[in-house]
T-cell receptor
Framework: GQQLNQSPQSMFIQEGEDVSMNCTSS?????WLWYKQDPGEGPVLLIA?????ELTSNGRLTAQFGITRKDSFLNISASIPSDVGIYFC?????????????FGTGTSLTVIP | NAGVMQNPRHLVRRRGQEARLRCSPV?????VYWYRQLPEEGLKFMVY????????ESGMPKERFSAEFPKEGPSILRIQQVVRGDSAAYFC????????????FGDGTRLSIL
């Protein structure tokens, strides 16, 4: 099946620092989504990307759809304690049925006050 | 809050029993997806349904698992004769249309098998 690899696997940062994480795939995706999951809760959609090269912001979050369509990046500026959680990339691969969303392995973020 | 509602939030079953997980999608959403998440892993697609139809069940085990989304009422994920390996968090998501439309998730049902 599809493999979405996220890096880094985990991050420990000081409050106020910027964060960068990425997601890579072995195949082309036509949509990239970034979700955040808090413990005991479901994933919450942060940003959706639909075109190669697209750069989209949502507050302190910025995500980019890679030119190769096999990767995506998420940046968080000026991190705050409530940014703690697990960040997942997800999407339907171009080669698939369009129904299945594949999820990445996740990046766990810890913000130290 | 008119988000995706799942119940129960926690379900404990003994081996061999049946588990029924319910999902009410966002009002107006007719597309429902079920995912399974093991600890410290990402979500794995199981099944995609529209009202009264299973569209894609390629991620769901052929035996013991079934799903439905009736014309009236919530979507149900049913696991018969549960085994220890079924212990996981099961998430439901919905979208107004299928395809690449972002899916909105419920808070999941955590199934524990004794």
């Amino acid at each position: 099946g599809q493999q979405l690899n996220q890096s880094p696997q985990s991050m420990f940062i000081q409050e106020g620092e910027d964060v960068s994480m990425n997601c890579t795939s072995s195949s082309i995706f036509n949509t990239w989504l970034w979700y955040k999951q808090d413990p005991g809760e479901g994933p919450v959609l942060l940003i959706a990307l639909y075109k190669a090269g697209e750069l989209t912001s949502n507050g302190r979050l910025t995500a980019q759809f890679g030119i190769t369509r096999k990767d995506s990046f998420l940046n968080i500026s000026a991190s705050i304690p409530s940014d703690v959680g697990i960040y997942f990339c997800a999407g339907p691969p171009l080669s698939g049925t369009g129904n299945q969303f594949y999820f990445g392995t996740g990046t766990s973020l810890t913000v130290i006050p | 809050n008119a988000g995706v509602m799942q119940n129960p939030r926690h379900l404990v079953r003994r081996r061999g029993q049946e588990a029924r997980l319910r999902c009410s999608p966002v009002k107006g959403h007719s597309h429902v997806y079920w995912y399974r998440q093991l600890p410290e892993e990402g979500l794995k697609f199981m099944v995609y349904l529209q009202k009264e139809n299973i569209i894609d069940e390629s991620g769901m085990p052929k035996e013991r698992f079934s799903a439905e989304f009736p014309k009236e009422g919530p979507s149900i994920l049913r696991i018969q004769q549960v085994v220890r390996g079924d212990s996981a968090a099961y998430f439901c998501a919905s979208s107004p249309q299928g395809g690449v439309q972002p899916q909105h998730f419920g808070d999941g049902t955590r199934l524990s098998i004794l």
